[in-house]
Nanobody, 123 residues
Framework: QLQLVQSGGGLAQAGGSLRLSCAAS????????VGWFRQTPGTERVFVSA????????YYSEPVKGRFTVARDNAKNTVELLMDNLRPDDTAVYYC????????????????WGQGTQVTVSA
């Protein structure tokens, strides 16, 4: 059983940066792909980014491509999402999630979820 604990996030001004961290506990973290999703009130969770098991394969949604960077450290069982050049429409609750093997963009494909962390970007 994998457990994910998130940290980071908070408040930033437009153009600023924030870092989200997802720490995993449980066996064989290096066999899980990790995705990041975000959700605003009244909407479904949408894909933001994902990283493969070795940290080599990385995926981004179009709205964040070129501004967000995902990185994982299997020695520390952590995945980070570095968010630069933030915009007000990045405001959301962000979730990390894990699934065995390959990364996917559908939230329904992920079995394990972090608790979520609020990111608020002011204009």
């Amino acid at each position: 059983q994998l457990q994910l604990v998130q940290s980071g996030g908070g408040l930033a001004q437009a153009g600023g940066s924030l870092r989200l961290s997802c720490a995993a506990s449980g066996p064989s973290f290096n066999t899980y792909a990790v995705g990041w999703f975000r959700q605003t009130p009244g909407t479904e969770r949408v894909f933001v980014s994902a990283v493969g098991t070795k940290g080599l394969s990385k995926y981004y949604s179009e709205p964040v491509k070129g501004r967000f960077t995902v990185a994982r450290d299997n020695a520390k069982n952590t995945v980070e999402l570095l968010m630069d050049n933030l915009r007000p429409d990045d405001t959301a609750v962000y979730y990390c999630a894990a699934r065995p093997s390959w990364a996917r963009q559908a939230s329904s494909e992920y079995s394990y979820w972090g608790q979520g962390t609020q990111v608020t970007v002011s204009a």
